[in-house]
Every structure is written in C-alpha cells, then in structure tokens.
C-alpha cells in the first residue's frame, strides 16, 4: 500500500530508527497495535515504547516496525487529548497526527453551547483545525437559525449541518478529508457519531442505537478505530466521552473564547476580574449586547477547572520526586551496608 495514502510524508523517513519501517496505528488494544503497513494490515506487539509526552500509542499515531514489534512512535505533528478521568489528570491521548478535529452534536433537543465550547477549547490545544458538525439536520425544524447560534459562541470555527440520512451536508465534510488528511469525531454518546462514520466510509463501521429513554447517549462504538474513507481520506471514530478535561497548556481555552480575551484587552486595569471594577471591557461588552454572560460565566467555570488541575498535577510531580528522593537515598544505604 502507498502510504501517503495515510498520510505519510517524505520527511518523517529521518525520523524512522535503522531497519525500521513506518506503520499507522489503527486500532490500540490489549496490549497489542492494529496497524496499517505498506505490506498490508498487521498485528503488532508493542515493546514497551512510549512518545516524547511518555504516553503510549495511540489510534493515528505512526510507529517503527521491527519485524512484528513496534519499537518506537514516531514524533507527533498534532494530538487530540484530555486529562483522563479522576483526581490525577493523566494526559491521554485520543488521536494522534490529525488535521481537522470534528466537534460533533446533534440538532435535536437545543444546542449544548457550554458542551461544544469545552470541546473546542481541547480541540484548539491539539493542533489540527476544529469544525463543528451538527448532525440530525432532517429532525430540526430551522437549521439555519441552529447553525448561527453555534456560529455566534464559535468564533473562527466553520459549522456544518449534516444528515446521516438523507446525506445533506456529508458533501462539505468530505471537502475537508482529501487524501492523506486525518479527521478524528469527538462528541457526547448518542450524538449521531456513528451514523456519521458510516456515512462517510459509505459502508457500517460503527453499530447504531437510538437514545435512551432517560434522553441520555448510549455508547455504540467502543474503542477508538482509524478508518479510511473512499476518497482516500482518514476517519478516527472515538467512543463518547461523558468526561472530557481540558489539557495542562491553556492555549485552547484562549482561542475558544477568543471573544472574551479581546474584551478583556480593553479593561482599565491590567488585573481586572471583569466583575465589579470600573472600566471593564468585558462588562461594557456584556452590557451592549456585543457577549452573551453565559460565555463569561463558561470561562470562568472552565479557567477554574484548569486551574485546580494544574495544581493537582504539581502536587503529583512534587510527590513523584520526593518518592525519587526517598529511593535514591534508600539505594544509598543499602550499598552503603553492603559495602562494610
């Protein structure tokens, strides 16, 4: 197989170890890769080997073969990841080496502006292009007022409509996935992911079910996949992700409210909290209709997340090299006995 098809370039050959060849990872489970090779698809051990932020292979991630052994990742040009689940924030890595990240929702029951704002906050940090995808444009009875409130809370972002259905609006989802370009979907489970991977790939890669009676997604797919498309671009279905943390940098949260950074450069005071001081620009944008509060409210809400999360990582590097300390010390004494 011709691996620019996969979006393989000409300068990642210096990049390969010795004796190596290039692999795309399709698929990451049980300790084992599925991956896309020149000579056809294969399944590989892994050998331990970790990128340069020390996670493991991820789905889009290209890797040296030696034999059937993955021997290294490959340096990464884009990474679509979240700090996992729980007290620790974990960086794990969704996808990797992607060009577009498709923040998808449905058009049914409201637009989740808040919902769609924390994925394009990750999406902008990952380093690939994010559009919107509104899926269920056959269930909504004014997509053009829905797209432009979407629009309205997404600057600098494109907003596509789309049915899975009846195929109005995949047109324009294709134009962005030429070959070689690598998008991954990210949403909520229940909001049409799957029915949309199957309309692209023009055939069933990912099950379908309907929502549950409590309103809530259900999750059909269940690990992430790499997929080709027929016109020759790469699709990363991911499973729904019912928590999502925002990554360590910051940067996308900067770009996804991008409208409220800026009011904030008119403020008096340097310091301003955009509360109660006099002179803000944030309020006077609030005040004259130019900024929705709620944004301002979403901002806070996830620049306080961030916050804590950057805490608890310094408290677990701060533990980690006291416990390094300890070990080192522990070794000293043990050689130190051993040596009388």
Same mark, same amino acid.
């Given at each position: 197989?011709?691996?620019?098809?996969?979006?393989?370039?000409?300068?990642? +050959?210096?990049?390969?170890? =010795?004796?190596?060849?290039?692999?795309?990872? *399709?698929? +990451?489970?049980?300790?084992?890769?599925?991956?896309?090779?020149?000579?056809?698809?294969?399944? !590989?051990?892994?050998?331990?080997?970790r990128s340069v932020?020390?996670?493991?292979?991820?789905?889009?991630?290209?890797?040296?073969?030696?034999?059937?052994?993955?021997?290294? !990742?490959?340096?990464?040009?884009?990474?679509?990841?979240?700090?996992?689940?729980?007290?620790? =924030?974990?960086?794990?890595?969704?996808?990797?080496?992607?060009? #577009? +990240? *498709?923040v998808v929702d $449905?058009?049914?029951?409201?637009?989740?502006?808040?919902?769609?704002?924390?994925?394009?906050?990750?999406?902008?940090?990952?380093?690939?292009?994010?559009?919107?995808?509104?899926?269920?444009?056959?269930?909504?009875?004014? !997509?053009?007022?829905?797209?432009?409130?979407?629009?309205?809370?997404?600057?600098? !972002?494109?907003?596509?409509?789309?049915?899975?259905?009846?195929?109005?609006?995949?047109? @324009?989802?294709?134009?962005?996935?030429?070959?070689?370009?690598?998008?991954?979907?990210?949403?909520?489970?229940?909001?049409?992911?799957?029915?949309?991977?199957?309309?692209?790939?023009?055939?069933?890669?990912?099950?379908?079910?309907?929502?549950?009676?409590?309103g809530r997604g259900?999750?059909?797919?269940?690990?992430?996949?790499?997929?080709?498309?027929?016109?020759?671009?790469?699709? #990363?279905?991911?499973?729904?992700?019912?928590?999502?943390?925002?990554?360590?940098?910051?940067?996308?949260?900067?770009? $996804?409210? @991008?409208?409220?950074? %800026?009011?904030?450069?008119?403020?008096?005071?340097?310091?301003?909290?955009?509360?109660?001081?006099?002179?803000?620009?944030?309020?006077?944008?609030?005040?004259?209709?130019?900024?929705?509060?709620?944004?301002?409210?979403?901002?806070?809400?996830?620049?306080?997340? *961030?916050?804590?999360?950057?805490?608890?990582?310094?408290?677990?590097?701060?533990?980690?090299?006291?416990?390094?300390?300890?070990?080192?010390?522990? $070794?000293?004494? %043990?050689?130190?006995?051993?040596?009388?």
């Amino acid at each position: 197989m011709d691996l620019t098809a996969l979006g393989w370039t000409a300068d990642r +050959v210096a990049e390969l170890p =010795s004796g190596c060849e290039p692999a795309r990872v *399709l698929r +990451v489970d049980r300790g084992r890769l599925t991956v896309q090779a020149a000579d056809g698809e294969l399944r !590989v051990r892994v050998a331990g080997v970790r990128s340069v932020d020390g996670t493991g292979p991820a789905v889009g991630d290209w890797v040296a073969l030696r034999g059937d052994l993955a021997v290294a !990742v490959l340096p990464r040009r884009s990474a679509f990841s979240r700090a996992a689940a729980g007290r620790t =924030s974990t960086l794990q890595v969704v996808a990797a080496n992607l060009d #577009v +990240v *498709l923040v998808v929702d $449905a058009l049914v029951g409201g637009a989740r502006l808040r919902r769609i704002e924390r994925y394009l906050a990750v999406a902008w940090s990952s380093g690939a292009a994010p559009v919107v995808v509104l899926t269920k444009a056959d269930l909504c009875a004014d !997509v053009t007022a829905a797209v432009e409130l979407v629009a309205e809370d997404a600057p600098g !972002v494109p907003v596509l409509a789309v049915s899975s259905s009846t195929g109005d609006g995949l047109g @324009a989802v294709r134009d962005l996935l030429g070959p070689g370009r690598t998008a991954a979907m990210v949403g909520h489970s229940g909001v049409g992911k799957s029915s949309l991977a199957n309309a692209l790939c023009g055939r069933a890669v990912a099950g379908t079910q309907g929502i549950r009676d409590d309103g809530r997604g259900r999750h059909t797919t269940t690990a992430r996949q790499l997929h080709l498309l027929p016109g020759g671009g790469l699709l #990363v279905d991911t499973p729904g992700m019912r928590e999502l943390g925002l990554p360590d940098d910051g940067g996308g949260l900067v770009q $996804a409210y @991008a409208d409220v950074v %800026e009011f904030a450069t008119s403020c008096h005071f340097q310091d301003c909290e955009h509360r109660t001081e006099p002179g803000c620009g944030v309020a006077a944008a609030i005040d004259d209709g130019r900024l929705d509060p709620a944004r301002l409210t979403a901002w806070r809400k996830l620049q306080g997340e *961030l916050h804590r999360q950057r805490v608890r990582v310094d408290a677990r590097t701060r533990s980690e090299e006291r416990n390094r300390l300890r070990a080192a010390r522990r $070794a000293g004494r %043990e050689r130190s006995a051993r040596s009388r």
